[in-house]
C-alpha cells in the first residue's frame, strides 16, 4: 500500500522517489494531528496531546494549526512511515491519506493547502487558497535583510546581540537583555522605524520582521488589494500572537494596543499600490515623517508567462492577481519605485530615523537598503534598474538567491 501512495504521488513530484515520501510522511503528521491519534509505543514520544506536538491555538476549517509539528517523534517511536500507514491506521485513515494524495495528484492541489501551514523564517505561517503560498526564496532574502537590520538596532549597545544562526541561543540571550535593552534603547531613540510591506499576502514578510527585530523598535504596516489576503494576514497576526501569549513571552513593555503580542506592532489594510491616490496611501500609515523601509514580493510574472509556462499547482489553485502583472512583469516596480522616492521614504533628517551618529556608518557597512524588490529573475534587472535611476535612487544592488538566480533589486536614496 505504501509503496502504491508512492507511485501515485510521483507524477506531482518530478518523479522524485525521496520527495514523494517525504509529502507521504507530512500527510501522515497531517491525519495524525488533526485526528488527534496516538500511535505511541509505551513512551508515548508520538502523542498529539504531547504538548511538543499539539499545541493548537486556531482551528478552523476543523484544520489544527499546530505551533510545532516535531518530527522526532516519530522517530523516538521507532515506527516507519510504512508501519504507521499500514499497521497503525485504521481504515478511515488510510482513506482519508487516499484522499488527499488523490486531492494531491487529481486537483494538483498544492501540498501547503492541505497541510495549512508553511515555515517561513521562525514562523509557522497558515496557508489558505487562493492567497499565495510563501516562497522560500522570499523567505531567504528576508532572513538576510533581518540580519542586516539588526545591526541598525544594535547601534550604541554591546548588551545586545542577535546571530539568527543560533535560535537557542538567541532566546536565552534576548530573554535576559531584551528587556533592559529595550528601556535604554527607547528612552534614547523615541522614534520608531517604520517598515511598509506593499503587496503583503499571508502577511509573511511583515509578520516575520515583526517577531525578529528587537520589540518595540518598529512600526510595520502591510497593505494588500486582496480581502482572502487581509483576512489571512490578519489569521497570522492573531495566531501569532496567541502563540507568543501561550510562551509566556516577556513583552511587558510594549506599548502596542490591539493585543498585539509581538515584538512590533503590525497593521493591515487593505489598498491598490496601483491605483489608489498618494493621500489615500499616506492615510494608512499616520507617519508624518514617512517610511524607512519599503519592503515588496509584488506580481511579477508576465501575462505570457503566465499563459504559457505556469505550472498548474499554481495557475489552478493561487490567485492570478497575486502572480501576473503587465510590462513584462514590472508594472508593480515601477510604481512603487516611483512612490517609494517621491512620496513615501523618510526625507527629513537626511534620510535617518533617529540622529545616532553612527547610523550612516552602519548602514554603509551593512549595506542596508530602504527599498528591497523581489524580482523574476535576471530578464527583469534591466527594466528595474532603470526605474530605480529614474527615481533617483543613487545605490542599487542585487541579491541572489540560493540557486544563483537573481532575486531581489535593494536600493537607497
Ligand atoms: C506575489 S504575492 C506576495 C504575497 C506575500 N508578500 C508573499 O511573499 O508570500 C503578491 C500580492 O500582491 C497583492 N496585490 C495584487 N495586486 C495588488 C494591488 N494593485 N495593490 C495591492 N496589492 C496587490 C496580491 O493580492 C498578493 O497578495
Redo the contacts with the bound molecule.
Sequence with gaps: MYQRFIRQLLPKCSHNVIQAKQEIKWLVFYINNKYNNNYSSSNNNCSSSNNNYNNINYIDNNINYSDNINLNDYNNNNLSIKEIIEKKFSEKEREILNELIKERVEQSKPLQYILGTQPFCDLEIITKPP?????WE?EEWTYQLITKLNHLFSINNNNYKYNNDDKKYNKKYNKKYNKKYNKKYNKKYNKKYNIL?????????ALSLANSLPPNTCQIYG????D??LSLANLNLANLNNNNNNNNHDNNDNNNSNNNKMNNQVKFSK?????SSIEEIKSLFNEDDGIDLIV?????ISPMEYNNNLDPDVKLWE?K???MANDDGTE?HNRIAYLASNYLLRRNNNNKFHDDENQEIIIKKYQIPQLVM?IGGSHQVEKVIHYLNKYHFGWTQIWKDATGKERCIVARL
Excluded at 197 to 205: F, K, R
Design positions: 492567497v499565495l503560498i510563501p516562497r522570499t510591506d506593499i503587496c503583503t499576502g499571508s502577511g509573511c514578510i497593505i494588500d488589494i486582496s482572502d489576503a489598498l491598490d499600490i496601483l491605483q515588496s514580493n509584488p506580481p511579477y490567485d492577481c497575486a502572480l508593480f523581489e
